[in-house]
């Protein structure tokens, strides 16, 4: 019995990432198609819609799975925070499954678009689906772009674990999103340049292999013709951990002691129904 609620959890679960890392795509691979092949907006608004994207997405899965919706966040609760290490590969995949559907939305209602403002599908619109060293233009290489991955990503899951600990000055959960698609939009307008912030696995994968699927054949380089899709993975899941680290050492163990939700997940309010009550052996808090 207890396997089949653990089965029916991780399910649930499983489609709240799925969910969650759409929403987050549709808005942030849908501005960036706007601004690159349409010409509306600016970099300001690829950050500001990146940031309500993200927020958005907590908001669809916050409750069931905790809403990740980063691989990289997934990795460092699991070192961390005490996230089962055996959701860890499932909770990648659908993170990265919704990722890889939304840039097929994207790509299907931007085709007219697209096709106009760069006919042979090169890099030039690559980046509406996936980052590039230096956003394609600017002169940062690999490892430039590497170190700015893992610096970014640190920044965000310092901060991240920051606005989540009960134990610190955590928003009130139902504010906690909003906080968070902030960060993105913080880091968006200030750490864009060298790598385009991916700070994700799942956001760049899943999109580069909808682009790659759709006509993109350079999908996994860079401009400089180096193979690049391995950077906005491994950088990430190194900054993720780094920043968690760095959380932990420099905040968490100076905290007061006090009672914090299940790893992963957003506090419940205490008139929420069944508030207070033991969940059974797997069930979703």
């Not at 409750?63 to 089962?84: D, M, Q």
């Not at 993105?184 to 682009?211: C, E, H, K, Q």
């Amino acid at each position: 019995m207890a396997e089949s609620v653990r089965a029916r959890g991780l399910l649930g679960e499983l489609v709240a990432e799925f969910a969650g890392t759409m929403i987050l795509i549709l808005f942030g691979t849908g501005v960036v198609a706007q601004v690159v092949a349409g010409g509306i907006g600016d970099h300001d608004s690829i950050a500001w819609a990146w940031g309500l994207g993200v927020t958005l997405g907590v908001y669809v899965a916050a409750r069931i799975s905790g809403a990740h919706l980063n691989p990289a966040v997934t990795v460092a609760l699991a070192a961390f925070k005490g996230f089962p290490w055996r959701k860890v590969l499932p909770y990648s995949l659908a993170q990265t499954a919704g990722a890889f559907v939304a840039a097929l939305v994207v790509r299907w209602n931007y085709t007219e678009v697209l096709h106009a403002a760069d006919p042979g599908l090169t890099i030039k619109t690559q980046g509406v689906f996936s980052t590039l060293p230096g956003n394609g233009t600017l002169p940062v290489g690999t490892w430039g772009a590497l170190r700015d991955q893992v610096i970014g990503t640190a920044i965000l899951l310092l901060l991240v674990l920051a606005v989540s600990d009960l134990r610190n000055s955590a928003p009130a959960a139902n504010l906690a999103p909003f906080v968070v698609g902030l960060i993105v939009v913080a880091i968006g307008m200030a750490w864009g340049t060298d790598a385009g912030y991916a700070i994700n696995p799942a956001r760049d994968f899943g999109p580069r292999l909808a682009s790659f699927l759709t006509g993109y054949e350079t999908a996994w380089r860079d401009q400089y013709g180096q193979i690049y899709f391995w950077v906005p993975i491994v950088g990430p899941l190194i900054g993720g951990l780094l920043g968690a680290g760095l959380y932990q050492i420099m905040v968490a163990r100076f905290l007061p002691p006090g009672e914090e939700p299940e790893a992963g997940r957003v506090p419940v309010p205490a008139d929420a129904p069944g508030a207070g009550r033991v969940p059974a052996d797997g069930e979703a808090a």
